[in-house]
């Protein structure tokens, strides 16, 4: 099924992020936090993709779908991406029963200099949107992306992307919901109107917050004092990750957030913890509105 459609029918909306697995024992571990995840009735799982390894992360979504019957979506980056190969991998969409995509540029390393015939994710949604066969979601950042001049020029290409075939959002990881709530008025402002589903992660290792600092989110002074507090005891750092974000997402919920996308990191007890908490608060009981 869409995804568009399911976030206009079900409120709130859970969904689960998979990186795509570089070796047989990162699959295992890829399809048993599927499996662990899977009664908890998420809207949709995806599936990470690496610029080069498009078709890899089709065919696990594929799998993924059949193991488990939960409705999926991958994510597709057309860095170093040439026109054929795209054709190809719509071709594979169709073939696998694939209708929900997240376009990306993709991260850029050493391998990925912005090679190939589509600069940009408006690039690949028209190219995609073009074909009228499947549901497109694209990335926002309500904290502006690292590259970018301004959050204003990051929200004029985000328009862009509603406009060559989006049809909703999810964002960049944040630890500051007010981050959220600025961007969603801003976006509002902007003309956007699709959903705009917040990306949470919870801290499970003190060396995530240098990480996700690179990814261009600020870490809360008081979040990142009492995880280095307890950088010594694995176990202390990741309760306190899963209470602050069962906290961050109880008070998206409560203002009426369309949903949750969890960052798994292929491990499912925080994503349990935090949507079994959840669904007992309900939280959504107290929004007045979707507001996102
Ligand atoms: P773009 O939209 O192309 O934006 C990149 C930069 O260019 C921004 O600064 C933007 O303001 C600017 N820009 C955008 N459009 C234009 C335009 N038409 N003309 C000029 N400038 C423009 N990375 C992966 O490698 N694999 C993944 O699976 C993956 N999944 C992600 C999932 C989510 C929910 C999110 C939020 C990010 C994900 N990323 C992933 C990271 C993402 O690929 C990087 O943040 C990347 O740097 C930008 O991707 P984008 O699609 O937003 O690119």
Redesign the pocket.
């Known amino acids: 099924m869409r995804i568009d459609y399911l976030l206009k029918g079900n409120w709130p909306s859970f969904s689960f ?1 998979f ?2 697995p570089r070796s047989p024992s990162e699959v295992e571990r890829l399809f048993a936090a599927a499996r662990d995840l899977r009664d908890l009735d998420p809207a949709f799982v ?6 080069g390894r498009q078709a890899e ?1 089709l065919s696990m979504v594929r799998k993924i779908k059949a193991d488990t019957g939960i409705e999926t979506m991958a ?5 170093s991406l040439e026109d054929h190969d795209l054709e190809r991998l719509i071709d594979q969409m169709r073939g696998d029963g694939i209708s929900n995509v ?7 390393d050493e391998n ?1 200099h912005g090679s190939g015939d589509l ?6 949604i028209a190219r995609i949107a073009g074909s009228g066969e499947f549901c497109i ?5 309500p904290e ?6 301004s959050r204003a ?2 929200l ?3 328009r ?2 509603i406009e060559t075939g989006a049809s909703f ?5 944040f630890f500051d919901n007010e981050h959220y709530f600025r961007f969603v008025s801003e976006a509002r402002a902007e003309g956007i109107e699709v959903p705009i589903v917040p ?1 949470i992660m919870p801290i499970t290792n003190a060396k995530q917050i240098a990480r996700v600092r690179a ?2 989110a600020s870490v809360p002074e008081t979040l990142e004092r009492d995880v280095l507090m307890r950088a010594d005891d694995p176990d202390a750092v990741a309760q306190f990750g899963v209470a602050w974000a069962s906290l961050q997402c109880m008070s998206l919920l409560a203002a009426g957030a369309p949903g949750i ?1 969890f ?1 798994t990191f292929n491990r499912s007890p925080a994503t349990r913890a935090i949507l079994g908490a959840l669904r007992s608060a309900e939280p959504w009981k107290w929004a007045k509105d979707a507001i996102a």
Not at 102 to 108: E, H, I, K
Request: aromatic residues 6%; hydrophobic residues 35%; glycine residues 8%.
């Open positions: 992020e990186l795509a995806c599936v990470t993709c690496r610029a992360t994510h597709l980056v057309c860095d997240l376009a990306l540029r993709g991260d850029r990925t600069s940009h994710a408006t690039d690949l979601g694209a990335a926002c950042y502006g992306h690292v590259e970018s001049r020029a990051d004029r290409y985000t862009l992307k959002l999810i964002t960049q990881l990306g990814m261009g996308h960052y």
